[in-house]
């Protein structure tokens, strides 16, 4: 079974191999930092990743939930000759109190508030020469933000209750699934200090944007149980059908968890799609109901956009009232609901004129689809896109029609809405 993990290990390419021998240096075999796959964009971003270690400047690091932020934060760490004293991961969302996540990243002076009986070191100033990995960057307060930035700008702390700055020299590594740009809009994320991280930055891709990698993963994880438990296990040939066509929500993280579990509940040899089913229940009875609503429904989604579309009856006649009579249930709607996206570019208000609805109706629309839980996630917006039903044609000129509100002119996509 060693010889099965070292086959991955050998399998590691580009600097991948590297940052898995220099954390077996530095933290020992057991917290390796193992790094799978070899699809092209995975290996891009690890190539990335090499380039900016050797830089001094702040790196940020965005993407999804579960895509290996902080494993790409430590290959930073350990492909990079200089900050190599200490590499403290800190979740910024951790600290619900203002004050006490200024002390604890900045230090804070005796007497500066209530309970600061002593002077304290913040992370900052105990890990001179180090890596500070600044993890949900986006839930630091604005006051906090201020203390960074002049940390990254200035090279100085200002703690809690001090008159004097103390210097500090250590690297910043931040990273967030959330979209920062949109947080500087808002006034929730300072301008400067964005742009101050974003002038290097490594993006981490969802791993339905890896090809096969998953596979790889999946049999990595497999590999180490077995040698774990002493017991070898196989994903059986429906887990491997369905999970191929799964798109990850949760990412790497989903699917480790998703092994771990199916390694446990499985009986025999082999993991089944029913052992995984836990760790996926909310998604595969989504499936299955979908299917179900399918076959059940009068019409095709396709038929019924066309048949609103066309004018044979409002939104209201042919869904809403159905729907409340029980005669479609959420499902069903919410297939509706995704075909008529997909043909209104994702724009819930371009929908509304693909209806034939009044723009007076947008938040009664709005209100009955939240209240109801009616909402597609943006996957089945996607999959509604590469639906058979329907006329292609015709799918096409009611994008364009929706595309136009009453005077001709073109609307962009309402960014509220979606």
């Known amino acids: 079974m060693a010889d099965t993990l070292d086959r991955h290990i050998r399998g590691l390419v580009g600097p991948a191999r590297t940052i898995y021998e220099e954390s077996i240096k530095?933290?020992?075999?057991?917290?390796?930092?193992?790094?799978?796959?070899?699809?092209?964009?995975?290996v891009a971003t690890l190539e990335k990743v090499s380039r900016l270690a050797v830089a001094t400047s702040p790196i940020l690091i965005v993407g999804e939930t579960g895509t290996g932020k902080e494993l790409i934060a430590r290959g930073l760490f350990l492909l990079s000759t200089q900050y190599r004293r200490a590499f403290v991961s800190v979740n910024c969302a951790q600290y619900t109190n203002e004050q006490i996540m200024a002390s604890e990243l900045f230090g804070h002076r005796k007497g500066s508030f209530t309970g600061a009986h002593s002077d304290h070191a913040g992370l900052f100033e105990a890990n001179e020469g180090g890596l500070i990995f600044l993890d949900e960057i986006a839930e630091l307060s604005l006051a906090a933000q201020a203390m960074l930035l002049r940390?990254?700008?200035?090279?100085?702390?200002?703690?809690?209750?001090?008159?004097?700055?103390?210097?500090?020299?250590?690297?910043?590594?931040?990273?967030?699934?959330?979209?920062?740009?949109a947080l500087v809009e808002q006034g929730t994320f300072r301008a400067d200090l964005f742009y101050r991280?974003?002038?290097?930055?490594?993006?981490?891709?969802?791993?339905?944007?890896?090809?096969?990698?998953?596979?790889?993963?999946?049999?990595?994880?497999?590999?180490?149980l077995a040698k774990t438990y002493h017991k070898r296990k196989s994903l059986a040939a429906d887990a491997v059908e369905w999970l191929r066509g799964y798109s990850w929500p949760g990412n790497v993280r989903e699917l480790t968890g998703c092994i771990e579990t199916g390694f446990h509940m499985s009986v025999g040899d082999e993991i089944t799609l029913r052992d995984i089913g836990e760790a996926l229940e909310a998604t595969v009875q989504d499936d299955q109901l979908r299917r179900t609503a399918s076959a059940s429904m009068p019409y095709s989604s396709a038929e019924y956009c066309e048949r609103i579309s066309g004018g044979e009856g409002t939104f209201w006649e042919l869904i809403y009232e159905p729907f409340m009579a029980r005669d479609l249930n959420r499902v069903q709607?919410?297939?509706?609901?995704?075909?008529?996206?997909?043909?209104?570019?994702?724009?819930?208000?371009?929908?509304?004129?693909?209806f034939g609805m009044p723009d007076s109706d947008y938040l009664r629309?709005?209100?009955?689809?939240?209240?109801?839980?009616?909402?597609?996630?943006?996957?089945?917006?996607?999959?509604?896109?590469?639906?058979?039903?329907?006329?292609?044609?015709?799918?096409?000129?009611?994008?364009?029609?929706?595309?136009?509100?009453?005077?001709?002119?073109?609307?962009?996509?309402?960014?509220?809405?979606?």
Request: hydrophobic share 40%; glycine share 8%.
């Open 26 to 42: 530095v933290w020992g075999e057991d917290r390796a930092t193992v790094l799978i796959g070899r699809d092209p964009a995975w």
């Open 151 to 181: 940390a990254i700008s200035e090279r100085e702390i200002l703690p809690v209750g001090a008159t004097r700055a103390k210097p500090v020299n250590v690297r910043i590594v931040a990273a967030t699934n959330r979209d920062l740009r």
């Open 197 to 224: 991280l974003h002038q290097l930055c490594v993006r981490t891709p969802p791993l339905r944007q890896r090809g096969r990698d998953w596979e790889l993963i999946a049999q990595y994880h497999l590999d180490r």
């Open 333 to 354: 709607v919410r297939e509706v609901i995704a075909h008529g996206l997909a043909l209104a570019d994702g724009s819930y208000k371009r929908m509304l004129r693909l």
């Open 365 to 418: 629309f709005m209100d009955f689809l939240r209240h109801h839980r009616l909402k597609p996630p943006r996957e089945r917006v996607m999959a509604a896109r590469l639906m058979d039903g329907g006329s292609p044609e015709a799918g096409r000129r009611a994008a364009r029609a929706a595309r136009r509100g009453e005077n001709g002119q073109y609307t962009q996509p309402d960014r509220e809405a979606r």
